[in-house]
């Protein structure tokens, strides 16, 4: 059974740094691609990162293009979103996804799994 479990979420100034993790488990992930979406009260579940499993490939939104950072650790099955220079805007909880996906990486149809999430809260 697959389980992904998201932690390094918190409370942080605007401006400030975050680094979740997701640890995976219960599967072998080669050529499955991993996924953050966030979702923050009242708006729909959006895109953040993905990273393709294999080769490290990384997309990103454009929202967060150039301050978040997505790596994974092969050996650990551990996906890292490093977050810099923190909005508000990123408040949201944010969640860990995989699956086998064909296409682009930003639609949420097309993830199998789903961690539980971790909130993200930046003040101004």
């Known amino acids: 059974q697959v389980q992904l479990v998201e932690s390094g979420g918190g409370l942080v100034q605007a401006g400030g740094s975050l680094r979740l993790s997701c640890a995976a488990s219960g599967h072998t992930f080669r050529g499955h691609t991993m996924g953050w979406f966030r979702q923050a009260p009242g708006n729909e579940r959006e895109f953040v990162a993905a990273?393709?499993?294999?080769?490290?490939?990384?997309y990103y939104a454009d929202s967060v293009k150039g301050r978040f950072t997505f790596s994974r650790d092969n050996v650990e099955n551990t996906g890292y979103l490093q977050m810099n220079s923190l909005k508000p805007e990123d408040t949201a909880v944010y969640f860990c996804t995989v699956g086998w996906v064909v296409g682009s990486p930003n639609l949420r149809e097309r993830y199998e799994y789903w961690g539980q999430g971790t909130q993200v809260t930046v003040s101004s």
């Open positions: 990273i393709g499993w294999t080769r490290g490939v990384t």
